[in-house]
């Protein structure tokens, strides 16, 4: 990791619009759970619904979307990359320095308000908000990673991330048992359910095959991206 790509990308990041959007959802996530925690429904059911369907199933894609695009498919865009290929450092560092900032940027906006939430309704019963937390972690790391990946190679990341994140796993896994097997939703489901209480939270894929499929997502988008970017260089197309 390199400290220089790691301070320019925070700089860009947060810099931006982009600064301002990072909080909309994670404020709008802790204003609902303030107002389910007063409520006199089932504590565990909205906390499970609140933190599954809003942190989990809406929050960690869209933040992952925006950030992992955020770190490198706008300095493509506008050709500022040329400044970070022109300097003799290892693609793969480049990649991950700008993954680290986009992970921790979601662990930051997305892990924390849901941990908080979850507390805030549920308290620390069943392990409901630690397993969401965690889970949370997990994904987070995992849609960065696949959305960097897509900033290296088409122009149309955000649409093709809202795709994957909306019709696949929103849609398409909600209604087709297959489909969950690749969702990255269904991966930090099954890690969250392993944290948590027998019988706390509900997942549809075995944490025998999440646990793998998460680290093969994030290397192997890692590793793509930074041949990605080597391309880019050999084949002088920024």
Do not use: C
């Not at 908080?116 to 987070?140: K, R």
Request: glycine share 12%; no cysteine.
């Amino acid at each position: 990791m390199n400290l220089t790509v790691v301070r320019l990308t925070v700089r860009g990041l947060l810099g931006r619009r982009r600064g301002v959007l990072l909080l909309v959802v994670p404020v709008l996530l802790l204003i609902i759970a303030v107002a389910a925690g007063a409520s006199h429904g089932d504590k565990h059911e909205l906390a499970v619904q609140l933190l599954g369907t809003l942190g989990l199933g809406t929050l960690v894609p869209i933040l992952g979307l925006v950030v992992g695009t955020g770190v490198i498919a706008t300095e493509i865009d506008d050709g500022s990359i040329v400044y970070l290929l022109s300097k003799p450092l290892p693609r793969r560092q480049i990649v991950t320095s700008k993954l680290a900032v986009a992970v921790l940027t979601g662990w930051l906006f997305a892990a924390v308000p849901v941990l908080l939430a979850g507390l805030i309704i549920y308290g620390t019963g069943d392990g409901v908000a630690l397993g969401y937390f965690v889970g949370t972690l997990v994904a987070s790391a995992a849609y960065s990673a696949l959305f960097l990946l897509l900033g290296t190679v088409t122009r149309n990341a955000v649409v093709v991330g809202l795709a994957y994140a909306l019709i696949w796993e929103s849609l398409i896994g909600n209604f087709v048992s297959g489909a969950r097997t690749l969702s990255i939703q269904q991966w930090g489901l099954s890690v969250a359910r392993a944290v948590a209480a027998p019988g706390g939270i509900t997942a549809h894929v075995a944490l025998g095959a999440a646990v793998p499929l998460l680290v093969l997502v994030s290397l192997g988008a890692v590793l793509l991206a930074a041949h990605r970017l080597a391309g880019l260089t050999l084949a002088g197309e920024e």
